[in-house]
Nanobody, 116 residues
């Protein structure tokens, strides 16, 4: 059974920074993509950033240049460093690990609230 546990969310003033952490337990394979998604009230869940097993990174345009995703395969951990936060970054952030078409797991989410 795979479990993803997120941490690091919170309340932050616009312009500030947060680092989100996700630790995966269970049968996670190194070839899985690990990523972060977010869902704001009344909106669909959207990709924030993802990283493949060989380090290829993909970012949403809304966070590009302000965020960095990284992973530690030995620790089954994926981090999301977010800087220059804006009120529109307010959302529940979800960790995801997947092998496309084969396996897919989500965390419970962590709230990020940015106030101006």
């Amino acid at each position: 059974q795979v479990q993803l546990v997120e941490s690091g969310g919170g309340l932050v003033q616009a312009g500030g920074s947060l680092r989100l952490s996700c630790v995966a337990s269970g049968s996670i394979f190194r070839e899985y993509i690990m990523g972060w998604y977010r869902q704001a009230p009344g909106k669909q869940r959207e990709l924030v950033a993802e990283v493949t097993s060989d380090g290829y990174r993909n970012y949403a345009d809304a966070v590009k240049g302000r965020s960095t995703i990284s992973r530690d395969n030995a620790k089954n951990t994926v981090l999301l460093q977010m800087n220059s936060l804006k009120p529109e970054d307010t959302a529940v952030y979800f960790c995801r690990t997947e092998k496309p078409g084969v396996d897919d797991h989500w965390g419970q989410g962590t709230q990020v609230t940015v106030f101006s």
